[in-house]
């Protein structure tokens, strides 16, 4: 992973690129601050964010995105966070860790269209010693949809109990955490 002239590091996932925006402020507009996250705030802190397009399997008759596939959206953009950070889901279950969805907040502002291309966002919030909450959101453009708050608790892959993340994990999650939220 190489910064490009914005600063900012990609990476190629499965055809799509990610990229953890740096430290240094990016070009063009600011998004307006209408999230109740106040973790979601673009101040510049490192964020993940991947491009989905959406296909007809994606919405309902009428061409709207269903309530569940944002969901898959916002999984995605988790795993391929922590994937190109090298912690992908096999590493860390061959490394005896799982991550598993403890609980989430979805706020929908507006609706996802077919052939939609969209910003899913994952952001590091907060980092626990057995979880971790992401701030994420969904553009479309500098369109806000979606916002959402998803812990995930950190479980031993033998038998699915929780357990702490072992220490370079944690500290690598805790340079990522945004600032302070409300």
């Known amino acids: ?7 900012q590091s990609a990476s190629t996932v499965a055809g799509k690129t990610g990229s953890y925006k740096g430290s240094a402020p990016t070009t063009g507009p600011s998004r307006p601050q209408r999230s109740c996250f106040a973790g979601l705030s673009d101040d510049g802190q490192p964020m993940f964010s991947i491009p989905i397009r959406v296909y007809w399997e994606d919405t309902d008759a009428g061409g709207v995105v269903y309530h569940a596939r944002y969901v898959a959206f916002l999984e995605r953009a988790r795993s391929d966070a922590l ?10 279950q061959q490394a005896g860790l799982v991550f598993a969805v403890h609980s989430m907040r979805l706020e929908f502002l ?12 994952a952001e590091v919030a907060r980092v626990g010693r057995a979880s971790v909450v992401f701030a994420q959101r969904i553009l479309r ?14 479980l031993r892959a033998a038998d699915f109990r929780p357990c702490p993340v072992e220490e370079s994990l944690y500290q690598e999650l805790k340079s990522l955490q945004a600032g302070p939220m409300a």
Not at 147 to 153: G, N, P, R, W
Request: hydrophobic content about 40%.
């Open 1 to 7: 992973m190489s910064p490009d002239a914005n600063g």
């Open 83 to 92: 994937r190109d950070l090298g912690r992908g889901q096999q590493a860390l």
């Open 110 to 121: 507006r609706p996802a269209r077919l052939d939609d291309l969209l910003e899913v966002t």
């Open 141 to 154: 453009g500098e369109e806000l949809l979606l916002t959402s708050e998803v812990k995930v608790a950190a």
